[in-house]
């Protein structure tokens, strides 16, 4: 009866165990079903048998989730890290130079100031904030006029988009350079955190792990007196939904890194010359060199490395003219029987001063500078420090521009406009550099023969260096057009790419464009006339016919 008892007892317990446990089960299947049909499709069809690889196939493939979206956070908090150890840093370097004499210098309106406070603190999270508050961000400014609009970049994952652009440049681009390819890189990765933060996420239950394929396009522009604004276009979760983050990477204050005085007085400057018949452009170039460099500068030393003997005396008629005319006796005159190689000379010319370091310029018979360049050259370039490159102005053929018969003085073409040259930015040639730099980089490579090639070698040259190559336009620097001709013996294709290259340092786009349809005007300005000669008869047969 006992035993009877016990057992009857076991299978109730059994059956109240058995009901709980269904009941647990059932609760815990409600409870972590997945809300949407996204989660469901990622579980094993009813028509699919649920086997044991399946589930492995499913547990692979949630735990590969997890694991990125680990990584994600580990990422975030070492770069939050690193934020923080580095402004902490620039707090205390911010510290340390203010109690230092005119060591920082702040250039800011004065709600925008920094410091200012009782104790000399700088906040940079206000600054940085009033700089976003001032920037075209949120919403647009009144703009005077269609030139003072700044235009966005627009650029994807391996091309910029770019409007400004120079002559050898395309509208599309790679960023070859590594401080704007990081710099797209960061604003882009910056994206991605944002959008695998947990917090920025719409679904708490959404487990997508946002990666690098997912963005579209961006766009940017910087003003430079404000920051830089970056507005970005992932793909979203469904079909036609899209992500769209802005972020905004503000300027810091100004900082005095040096204040010193340059005296230039006694800055000599060498202009070498390599030069190979082409008289008569000596003969003009010499005119600017007795203006410029004798009258109004008083301290350069002209040295001219001729090739062959033809013509060479009328070079050295010239240099002893000019001597006994205007005094000067600063030039050293080098004939080299050989081949003309323009590396060759310039390499000549520059080692064969023996009076201590010096400041060369190596220039071309067809070059026009002011005396405004020379003091830039002075300033720009500094022995073991730097090397300066300027950018020059390329004349257009003043025949087309002016016309055969009005064409003005040289001192009036020298006007810095679209219809009269370009920004030579791809030529490397005439810069100015110390000896001494010259020499320890290499100097020239005198194997290469004729005229182009060596200047880019030097340029890279110096590129792979440690002195500062400084690239800027000089409006003191115009290289005079002259003709361009293009061999008969040149094969189809270089002859067509001979002739393209020549077009483009002939005239603007317009005028080019302007002769080209040079017939379809004229017939314009023939018709134009016969209205005006028959106007009044016609439009009073106009006035007839609709009354």
């Known amino acids: 009866m006992l035993r009877r008892g016990a057992m009857n007892f076991a299978v109730r317990l059994g059956v109240f165990l058995v009901a709980v446990c269904s009941a647990l089960s059932l609760l815990y299947m409600l409870a972590c079903s997945p809300p949407s049909a996204e989660r469901l499709s990622l ?3 009813a028509d699919v048998p649920a086997d044991k690889e399946s589930y492995q196939a499913l547990l ?3 735990e590969e989730q997890h694991r990125r979206y680990v990584n994600s956070l580990e990422k975030q908090v070492s770069q939050l890290q690193e934020a923080l150890e580095e402004r902490s840093r620039q707090l205390e370097n911010l510290r340390k130079s203010l109690g230092q004499e005119e060591t920082l210098t702040v250039l800011a309106e004065s709600p925008n100031r920094l410091g200012g406070g009782p104790g000399g603190s700088v906040d940079l999270e206000e600054f940085f904030q009033s700089q976003l508050d001032r920037a075209e961000v949120r919403a647009g400014t009144k703009i005077p006029s269609e030139y003072a609009l700044v235009p966005f970049e627009a650029f994807t994952l391996h091309r910029v988009y770019q409007l400004e652009t120079g002559l050898t440049r395309h509208p599309v681009e790679k960023p070859v350079r590594k401080d704007r390819r990081d710099e797209l ?16 996420r719409d679904d708490p239950t959404h487990r997508r792990v946002y990666s690098p394929s997912d963005f579209i396009e961006g766009i940017s522009r910087t003003e430079k007196d404000k920051g830089t604004v970056y507005e970005l276009t992932f793909k979203g979760d469904r079909s036609r939904e899209f992500r769209r983050l802005v972020f905004f990477r503000p300027f810091g204050p100004l900082m005095k890194v040096t204040s010193e005085r340059v005296r230039t007085d006694s800055v000599l400057i060498n202009i070498v010359v390599p030069l190979a018949k082409r008289v008569d452009k000596f003969r003009q170039f010499m005119r ?3 203006e410029v460099c004798i009258r109004q500068d008083g301290r350069v030393h002209l040295t001219v490395v001729y090739f062959g003997k033809e013509q060479i005396n009328e070079v050295k008629g010239i240099l002893k003219t000019t001597s006994k005319e205007m005094n000067f006796r600063n030039f050293t005159l080098i004939q080299l029987n050989e081949e003309f190689s323009r590396g060759r000379g310039l390499d000549v010319g520059a080692r064969s001063w023996k009076h201590g370091n010096v400041l060369l310029f190596f220039c071309d018979v067809d070059i026009y500078f002011s005396a405004e360049f020379l003091n830039s050259c002075r300033l720009n370039a500094k022995p073991g420090k730097k090397v300066f490159y300027p950018v020059l102005f390329s004349q257009y053929n003043p025949s087309l521009i002016y016309g055969n018969n009005s064409i003005p003085p040289l001192q009036q073409q020298l006007l810095i406009d679209k219809n009269t040259g370009f920004w030579r930015d791809f030529g490397f040639g005439m810069t100015c550099q110390y000896r001494s730099d010259f020499i320890n980089i290499g100097g020239f490579d005198v194997d290469i023969k004729g005229w182009g090639g060596e200047d880019v070698h030097l340029y890279r040259k110096y ?8 690239r800027a336009p000089s409006r003191g620097l115009v290289h005079l057009w002259h003709e361009k001709s293009c061999s008969a013996q040149l094969p189809p294709e270089q002859y067509r790419m001979c002739l393209q290259s020549k077009a483009m340092s002939e005239a603007s786009h317009g005028l080019l464009g302007t002769l080209f349809f040079r017939r379809e005007l004229q017939e314009h300005q023939q018709r134009q006339g016969l209205r005006r000669l028959t106007g009044q008869g016609e439009h009073q047969g106009v006035w007839q016919t609709e009354s």
């Open 463 to 470: 590129l792979h260096s440690l002195l500062l190559v400084v």
């Open 288 to 290: 600017n060199f007795r």
């Open 43 to 45: 579980l094993p069809r």
């Open 60 to 62: 692979q493939e949630r």
């Open 185 to 200: 890189a960061s604003a882009i990765e910056a994206g991605l955190q944002a959008l695998n933060t947990p917090w920025e």
